[in-house]
């Protein structure tokens, strides 16, 4: 595991480079792309063990922190999705010069997924995508965040459970919509991975199938719930999904 910084000398991102232990998948590496606010917190430990399980599985991984989150440059009320996106290019320009390949694949978890699907049509030679439990509408989820805000530091800004929902963020994720990024930069092989079963998903894999994209879906039930307002100080180790993934990316088996 090297920690690292990245990016420009002004702004700098960290991230963390996972060279694989094997090389039973020689030449193939992804970049892990975290969803934001309270997810990236509560899922932080699960992003952390799937990089160590897919290096274990020989795959080269590079995790990262967008720009104002995490450990990188940049207040918490800073970031955009526009810029996280290119973050998200910035690190698979890394992880290609670290582990000197051409084609990077990309797995996103919630938000992270939908930066990723945007980001993709910017990286160009992507080999996987793994979209985990995606945010599909991007209007709907700010919808979502809303309904639990409570009042901001100033007047362009609200707080989710404690992170800051600056309306320019809102404003941007509002406009993204998986369903029309899927086809704009998609990989050849895309996984779907889900915890529970939604419209949102049907829908996404429906039109997956009519665009003609090779995307498989797999339904892999997980405890615990992204908005269980209960247990938001609680992290997800969802273990079967993590399994699925590391599987499917290392070519183990097929979902």
């Known amino acids: 595991m090297n920690p690292l910084l990245f990016g420009t000398s002004k702004e700098p991102l960290f991230g963390v480079y996972h060279p694989p232990s094997t090389s039973r ?4 590496g992804v970049v892990l792309c975290a969803p934001i606010g309270v997810e990236y917190m509560r899922t932080h430990r699960a992003v952390q063990k799937l990089a160590m399980q897919l290096a274990r599985a ?9 720009f104002g989150t ?27 010069e670290h582990a000197r390949i ?3 694949s990309l797995a996103g978890l919630r938000a992270g997924a939908t ?13 996987r995508m793994v979209l985990w439990d995606p945010v599909v509408d991007g209007a709907a989820y700010v919808t979502e965040q809303l309904a639990q805000a409570t009042p ?17 963020v809102q404003e941007e994720l509002r406009a993204l919509d998986l369903t029309r990024l899927l086809f704009a930069g998609m990989a050849a092989d895309t996984l779907l991975v889900i915890s529970h079963d939604a419209v949102s998903y049907r829908t996404l894999s429906a039109a997956a199938a ?13 405890s615990g719930d992204w908005d269980d307002l209960d247990r938001l100080g609680a992290a997800l180790m969802p273990q079967q999904i993590i399994r699925g993934i590391v599987s499917w990316m290392a070519e183990e088996e097929t979902p």
């Open 102 to 104: 051409k084609a990077v």
């Open 25 to 28: 998948t020689p030449g193939r």
């Open 210 to 222: 009519q665009q003609g994209v090779a995307m498989t879906t797999r339904q892999i039930p997980s």
């Open 115 to 127: 930066l990723a699907a945007a980001a993709a049509r910017e990286i160009g030679r992507l080999d």
């Open 70 to 96: 995490g450990d990188s440059a940049g207040g918490s009320d800073a970031g955009t999705p526009s810029r996280w996106v290119q973050d998200i290019v910035l690190a698979a320009e890394e992880l290609r």
């Open 152 to 168: 901001g530091p100033g007047k362009d800004a609200v707080g989710v459970h404690g992170f800051p929902f600056p309306v320019r």
């Open 58 to 66: 020989g795959v080269h991984v590079f995790r990262f922190d967008y």
